[in-house]
């Protein structure tokens, strides 16, 4: 069965590595039925694009942050590579759910989806220095469903976005205190199996002013130290889980508390 187990991970590993060109970006942001456009790294060597309240990145092949400690602790898991402020930005009232689109999610790449917000200390998440932005999360999903046999993924948090056409929906806490800060929204692809700093980051920013009557302001964290590369819920191999006698742990910090 070990064998079986092996020849199915190394088989998927190879099937599954044409796929990393077709990962995605958040392309569309909606909020009370209003409809944002979300940068597009993919055509940034092909012209100007509209405005936006989401933030640019690097990543014109749709890739990702790797999660190596060096990455980890890089300014590129902050917003995604290279990444730069939304020039825009969006009321939005707390209580709110709001929906993220993806341009696409390969149905191969199994892991957690989390959003977190941190506050802009300058009141201005347009010029804000990403560096200094501490994030609390406010949601997170992970396993859903385990495998129940070798080489054969169970049902997670991004297969639901890729199901529901990749749409998530994120609830802005009620009781969050008005002000402007940054969504990060983020999903981690956990198919590369287990290995440390195989696992794939896929952060994505938007810019949003939140109204309201709430006091709650969590504290936060830099992201930067947000995950280690031996954190458990990156090291987790989807193919084996089945064989696990413990939950999924999602990494990170704790939900904070509303």
């Not at 936006?52 to 190596?68: E, L, M, P, Q, R």
């Not at 993220?100 to 989806?113: F, L, Q, T, Y």
């Not at 995950?227 to 191999?237: E, I, M, P, R, V």
């Amino acid at each position: 069965m070990l064998l079986t187990a092996a020849r199915s991970f190394s088989l998927s590993t190879v099937v599954f590595a044409p796929l990393v060109l077709s990962h995605g970006h958040v392309s569309e942001v909606i909020i009370d039925d209003k409809s944002y456009y979300g940068h597009d790294p993919t055509k940034v060597p092909y012209g100007p694009q509209p405005e936006s309240i989401t933030w640019s990145n690097g990543a014109k092949d749709n890739g990702f942050v790797i999660s190596t400690a060096s990455s980890l602790s890089s300014p590129d898991i902050v917003c995604h590579l290279n990444a730069t402020n939304g020039h825009l930005t969006a009321d939005v009232t707390a209580g709110t759910t709001i929906t993220v689109r993806w341009s696409d999610w390969p149905e191969a790449h199994w892991g957690p989806v989390l959003d977190y917000m941190a506050r802009c200390s300058n009141n201005d998440c347009t010029t804000v220095d990403k560096a200094k932005l501490k994030f609390f999360k406010i949601d997170e999903l992970g396993q859903l469903t385990r495998g129940t046999v070798p080489g054969q993924p169970g049902y997670w948090a991004n297969n639901k976005l890729r199901d529901a056409n990749f749409t998530w929906n994120i609830t802005i806490p009620a009781n969050l205190a008005p002000g402007s800060y940054v969504l990060r929204h983020e999903i981690i692809a956990l198919h590369p199996g287990g290995a440390e700093g195989t696992t794939q980051m896929y952060p994505q920013c938007v810019n949003l002013v939140v109204k309201g009557h709430g006091t709650v302001q969590p504290d936060g964290v830099f992201a930067t130290d947000l995950y280690s590369s031996t954190d458990a819920g990156l090291l987790h191999n989807v193919f084996v889980d089945e064989w696990s006698s413990t939950e999924y742990v999602i990494p990170g910090p704790s939900v904070a508390k509303f």
